[in-house]
Nanobody, 123 residues
Framework: QAQLRESGGGPVEAGGSLRLSCVASEMFSHYAMGWFRQAPGLDREFVAAVTWDGTDTDYADSVRGRFTISRDNEKITVFLQMNNLEPEDTAVYYC?????????????????WGQGTHVTVSS
């Protein structure tokens, strides 16, 4: 079954860190994967992406240098290490996966989505 399950979100103070995890079912082992986020009333926006083999990464300008995406292909799990969190990072974070591409940044129609995990950063 196709399944993406995010975890690791929660409340955190500004300047703190969180690590999000996305555990994927086996069918996603050769899919490009990444993270998007969506704040209330706003569009879902790109955060970070990693190729299916973990060799290339991409980041939104707003998180570059603070967030790191990585992939454990043995466990079919994608991580997002978030450091120096800011209140503007508050959102629901969604795991994404797509076949046939190397970068999910363009949000292709073929994307699969997890249910999201909440991150709330207080000042």
């Amino acid at each position: 079954q196709a399944q993406l399950r995010e975890s690791g979100g929660g409340p955190v103070e500004a300047g703190g860190s969180l690590r999000l995890s996305c555990v994927a079912s086996e069918m996603f082992s050769h899919y490009a994967m990444g993270w998007f986020r969506q704040a209330p009333g706003l569009d879902r926006e790109f955060v970070a992406a990693v190729t299916w083999d973990g060799t290339d990464t991409d980041y939104a300008d707003s998180v570059r240098g603070r967030f790191t995406i990585s992939r454990d292909n043995e466990k079919i799990t994608v991580f997002l290490q978030m450091n120096n969190l800011e209140p503007e990072d508050t959102a629901v974070y969604y795991c994404a996966a797509s076949p046939g591409i190397r970068n999910v940044r363009q949000r292709p129609p073929s994307n699969y989505w997890g249910q999201g995990t909440h991150v709330t950063v207080s000042s």
